[in-house]
C-alpha cells in the first residue's frame, strides 16, 4: 500500500513552521505587501476610477452645502465666501442672472489702505492677485510705481507673516516708491469674485451652452432645501467636469464648475510609482526585520513625549507615530485630544473677546444716552427761561402792551421748536426699541423726491441755487415712506442752509446691482473735519451757515435722527468731503 501524498498547503505549512520566527516574519510581511500590491493593482485599473469621481463629488457636494448656504445668507462678504470654495476646491464659480449672464466685478476694486510706519503717509495699493489672503493690521514690505496721487501699483509685496505675497519679477528703479513696513488699515474687496473666472473658456463655452439652449437642464434638476438646483456631469472641450447650478436669492443663480482629472493618467501614474515603493519596502522590510522589536517600542515614547508637551499646553505639537493600527489610534486619539483643548480654548478667548466687545458697546450706548440726556436738558432750559421771563414781565406789567403780542408769538416758537425737538426724540426712542415696526410699503423714490422738492422752490429761486435732478422714475423701494421722505428732506434742508448763493445743488436717484441709492450734493462749500467726525452727535450744529435761509428752525438732532432712521432701514449712508462740495448719500438693499 503505496504512502498517502499531503496536500500541498500542507506540505506549506509544515515547511513554514519549521521555519524560525525571524524568517516567518519576514515571510509574512513579503507575502503581505505582495497581495497588497496585487490587490492594488486591480483596484487601480477596474475601481478607482468611479471611486475616485465619486469622492470627488462627495467631497465637492460637502463644501457646495456650506458655500450655497453662505451665498444665501442676507450682506453676505460674497468675495470672501467664493475666495474660500474655490481655492479649497479648484472649482470655478460666479454670480450669474437667471439667464446666465455674469455679473460685473472689477480686479481694480480689491485694493489695500495702508500706513508707512515711518513717517505715516498713507497710500492705496491696487491688489495684484487672489493668492494671498491679507488680514488688516498685518505689516508688509512692498515697492511699487505711483501712476496717480497715492495710488501705487505694486511690483512686488512682502508679508511679515508668510514671505512673498506677490513678486512681479520687475527691478525696482528710480521712479520706484519702496515701503520697507507699512500696516494694512483698511482691506476693499470686489462685490464678488467673477472677474477671477469671467475670462475661462471652460466657463465660458458651459455659459454659452446654457443660454443658447443647447444644454438641457430638464433631467438635472433636484430639490435643495425646497428650491430647485441642478446637477450634471459633462465633457467641455475635452474636459470631465461636475456643474452644480444653485438659486442666490430671488432672481440670482449660481453656477459652479469643479474639473475632475483624466483619472486614466493618475492611474498609470500611480501604478508606476506603486512598483518603485512596494518593492522597495520589500527590500527595506527584508533587511532590516531583526531591528523590529525596537521600531515597535520607539513610537510609544514619541507618543509619551508629545503627550507631555500637550499637558504643558502646547498644542502645537502632533504625533505621527503610524507604523501599526495601535499606534496609528493611539496617535490620532492624542491629536485629536489637542485638537479639542485647542479648539476650546479658542472658543473661550473668542467668546471673551465677543463680551468685551459687547460691553464696551453698551458703554458706548449709555455713555450716549448720558450725553442726550444732558444735552436735552440744556436744549429745553434756555426756551423755558425765555417762556418764564416773558410771560413774567407780561404778568408784572414790565412789557408794555404794545409789545405782549410780539413777545408771545416768541413764547409760540420756542414752545414749537421745543414740542418738534419732544416729538424727534420719541421717534428716536421707538426706532431705537427692537420691537418698533416699521411701516413698510412700497414707493417711487424720484416721485416721492420730487414732491419734496418743489416745496422748496420758493427758497432756491430767493437765493439763486441751481438744482439739477438726475432721478431714475423706475425706482421703486420698500420702506417707511414718512421716515425715508424725513431723511431726504434733512438733507435737502441742510443742503440750502449751506450752499453759497449761486451755487448748484445736485439729486440722483438711481438702481444699482444689489441696492438703490440717494445721493445730495451741494458745490460751493466744504465741511471740516472735525465737524465730519461729529456730525452725526444729537445737538452738533456746524458753524457759520445762514439760518434765516428757511422759515422754520430745526431740533438739533437732526442728522441724529437721520442716521437713526436709516439705520433701521439696514442702509448704508455717509456724508463726505468731495471735490467743490459735500455729498450726502444713502443705499437701500433690494427687498428689504
Known amino acids: 500500500m503505496s504512502k498517502e501524498k499531503k496536500p500541498l498547503f500542507k506540505w506549506l505549512n ?17 507575502l503581505i505587501f505582495l497581495i497588497f500590491f496585487l490587490l492594488q493593482i486591480v483596484l487601480n485599473f477596474y475601481f478607482f476610477q468611479n471611486y475616485y469621481a465619486d469622492k470627488e463629488l462627495n467631497k465637492i457636494e460637502s463644501d457646495l452645502d456650506v458655500y450655497v448656504a453662505a451665498m444665501n445668507i442676507e450682506d453676505a462678504d460674497y468675495f470672501d465666501v467664493m475666495y474660500d470654495f474655490t481655492t479649497q476646491n479648484n472649482a470655478i464659480s460666479v454670480t450669474t442672472t437667471s439667464q446666465f449672464l455674469i455679473y460685473d466685478s472689477l480686479e481694480h476694486d480689491y485694493t489695500l489702505e495702508i500706513t508707512n510706519t515711518s513717517n505715516n503717509e498713507k497710500f492705496t495699493v491696487k491688489v495684484p492677485n487672489i493668492d494671498h489672503n491679507y488680514v488688516i493690521g ?29 513678486n512681479s519679477g520687475i527691478g525696482c528703479d528710480s521712479n520706484c516708491i519702496e515701503i520697507d513696513t507699512a500696516r494694512i488699515d483698511v482691506i476693499n474687496k470686489p462685490s464678488n469674485l467673477n472677474y477671477e473666472f469671467e475670462n ?24 435643495y432645501n425646497g428650491e430647485t438646483a441642478y446637477f450634471y456631469r459633462a465633457i467641455v472641450n475635452g474636459q470631465s467636469v461636475i456643474v452644480f447650478i444653485h438659486e442666490l436669492g430671488t432672481y440670482d443663480l449660481i453656477v459652479t464648475i469643479a474639473p475632475i482629472e483624466d483619472t486614466q493618467g493618475i492611474i498609470t501614474i500611480i501604478s508606476s510609482y506603486n512598483n518603485y515603493v512596494y518593492l522597495t519596502a520589500i527590500l527595506i522590510v527584508f533587511i532590516w526585520s531583526f531591528r523590529l522589536s525596537k521600531v515597535l517600542t520607539k513610537p510609544v515614547q514619541n507618543i ?100 405782549e403780542s410780539k413777545e408771545l408769538n416768541n413764547v409760540l416758537d420756542e414752545i414749537n421748536k421745543s414740542s418738534l425737538m419732544i416729538q424727534d426724540m420719541l421717534q428716536i426712542y421707538r426706532l431705537e426699541d427692537a420691537n418698533t415696526i416699521l411701516e413698510v410699503s412700497e414707493f417711487n423714490l424720484a416721485d416721492e423726491v420730487n414732491l419734496l422738492m418743489s416745496d422748496f422752490e420758493r427758497n432756491l429761486k430767493k437765493h439763486n441755487l441751481k438744482l439739477d435732478l438726475n432721478l431714475d422714475n423706475s425706482v421703486f423701494i420698500e420702506a417707511d415712506l414718512k421716515l425715508i421722505k424725513r431723511v431726504v428732506s434733512n438733507f435737502f434742508t441742510n443742503a440750502i442752509k449751506y450752499t453759497p448763493e449761486g451755487n448748484r445743488i ?33 445737538f452738533f450744529r456746524a458753524p457759520s451757515y445762514d439760518n434765516n435761509r428757511l422759515p422754520s428752525k430745526g431740533s438739533g438732532i437732526g442728522l441724529y435722527l437721520v442716521s437713526e432712521i436709516l439705520k433701521a432701514h439696514g442702509a448704508e449712508f455717509g456724508i463726505s468731503n468731495i471735490e467743490d462740495g459735500v455729498k450726502a448719500f444713502f443705499t437701500i438693499k433690494k427687498g428689504l
Open 506 to 538: 445736485y439729486i440722483e436717484v438711481s438702481e444699482k446691482v444689489d441696492h438703490y441709492y440717494f445721493e445730495l450734493t451741494n458745490y460751493g462749500v466744504h465741511i471740516n473735519q472735525n465737524d465730519l467726525d461729529n456730525i452725526w452727535m444729537p
Open 304 to 403: 509619551e513625549n508629545v503627550a507631555k508637551q500637550i499637558a504643558t499646553l502646547n498644542f502645537d505639537i502632533e504625533a505621527h507615530e503610524y507604523n501599526n493600527r495601535e499606534n496609528t489610534s493611539l496617535s490620532e486619539s492624542i491629536n485629536l485630544i489637542s485638537r479639542n483643548l485647542k479648539e476650546t480654548l479658542d472658543t473661550l478667548n473668542n467668546q471673551n473677546d465677543k463680551l468685551k466687545s459687547l460691553n464696551d458697546e453698551q458703554m458706548k450706548q449709555v455713555s450716549l444716552k448720558k450725553q442726550l440726556v444732558s444735552s436735552i436738558s440744556h436744549e429745553l432750559k434756555t426756551p423755558l427761561m425765555i417762556m418764564q421771563v416773558t410771560i413774567q414781565g407780561i404778568l408784572d406789567g414790565i412789557i408794555e402792551k404794545e409789545d
Open 200 to 223: 475661462s473658456h471652460l466657463l465660458q463655452e458651459e455659459l454659452t451652452l446654457l443660454k443658447n439652449g443647447t444644454r438641457s437642464l430638464e433631467d438635472a434638476a433636484f430639490d
Open 14 to 30: 509544515s515547511y513554514i513552521r519549521n521555519l524560525s520566527m525571524s524568517t516567518q516574519m519576514i515571510l509574512t510581511v513579503v
Open 138 to 166: 498685518e505689516i508688509i514690505s512692498i515697492s511699487g510705481f505711483e501712476f496717480s496721487e497715492d495710488i501705487l501699483t505694486p511690483i512686488s509685496i512682502t508679508s511679515a507673516i508668510d514671505g512673498y505675497a506677490f
